[in-house]
């Protein structure tokens, strides 16, 4: 069995357990591979279990196959992967080296059990859908794709903007607004959340189109099917706005036009015996901390 590992920089209370990590996959037998640049940071840590020969700089330089990627860190870091896998299929397993995470599920105190039923074959995979951007001058090249949204909102300006939103070549709306999201059913419990936007369970097969701060009260988040195109066009007082997919950003102008779409593969995500959607959002969103519940 071998994996890749990606992470970011993390604080030194959580050195302990990735040491755990390391010492686990070798206590299985397991090859590993990690990320150039995670590797720099960790050897600011003198962290000592892992040599300079298992780094990999560059995506083509990862020796495949891979049989899963471990992400360390938060969704964030989840998605900072999405350009390296692409349609390859390895599957994500996430552990949480914070607090908030619902794609990178797994916390540091589970590694153990985590790395056990890895190398067991006792997991099953969740199939997750992308989002495909089109646009006539090739925004964002290759990985034109998301796993969470693409947003279009403001650059720089206070003042509004206008985005005009079509729904398989028929009107739908214009926002005036600071921007819109569209999710897909993972992206659901992120940015698109957090602007009042609806839980959408994996697999449901939507899409969820969520305005930023509208001006006008009555407008509100609508639902599509993940077989919908979407187009959106934008215009304001700025000369430029913002496009952005995942953590990814490149400019617009008002000539612009976005194509939105499901992309024609998915990413992997490994799901373990103790989690699935539900227990996750109940536990990340403190469901049942009220007494009530």
């Not at 509208?214 to 007082?237: F, Q, T, Y």
């Not at 008002?254 to 990413?267: G, P, R, S, T, V």
Request: glycine share 6%; aromatic share 10%; charged share 25%.
């Amino acid at each position: 069995m071998k994996v890749t590992i990606y992470g970011r920089q993390f604080s030194d209370s959580f050195i302990p357990y990735f040491e755990t990590i390391i010492s686990e996959l070798q206590r299985h037998n397991i090859d590993f591979q990690i990320n150039g640049k995670f590797y720099d940071f960790l050897r600011t840590k003198d962290i000592s279990n892992i040599h300079s020969d298992c780094v990999y700089r560059k995506t083509a330089d990862i020796d495949r196959p891979v049989d899963f990627l471990i992400s360390i860190g938060g969704d964030g870091t989840i998605l900072d992967t999405i350009t390296s896998i692409n349609d390859t299929g390895t599957p994500i397993i996430g552990i949480n080296s914070g607090r908030l995470g619902f794609l990178s599920n797994s916390s540091k105190d589970e590694i153990k059990e985590v790395i056990q039923w890895m190398a067991e074959g006792n997991y099953r995979i969740e199939e997750r859908t992308l989002l495909q951007l089109k646009s006539k001058n090739q925004l964002f090249g290759k990985y034109n794709f998301a796993l969470n949204e693409l947003t279009v909102h403001k650059k720089d300006s206070a003042s509004m903007m206008v985005v005009h939103a079509y729904v398989d070549d028929l009107y739908l709306n214009s926002y005036w607004a600071d921007g819109l999201i569209i999710a897909t059913a993972t992206g659901s419990t992120a940015y698109s959340l957090s602007c009042g936007g609806p839980i959408i369970t994996p697999g449901s097969r939507n899409m969820v189109i969520t305005p930023i701060a509208p001006h006008n009260l009555n407008i509100r988040p609508i639902v599509v099917s993940d077989n919908s195109v979407i187009k959106l066009k934008a215009e304001g007082r700025e000369e430029s706005f913002l496009a952005t997919l995942d953590s990814r950003s490149e400019e617009i102008t008002e000539q612009d036009e976005l194509l939105i779409k499901k992309a024609d593969f998915k990413i992997n995500l490994v799901q373990f015996p103790n989690q699935n959607f539900f227990s996750t959002i109940r536990n990340k969103l403190l469901w049942g901390m009220d007494r009530r519940n």
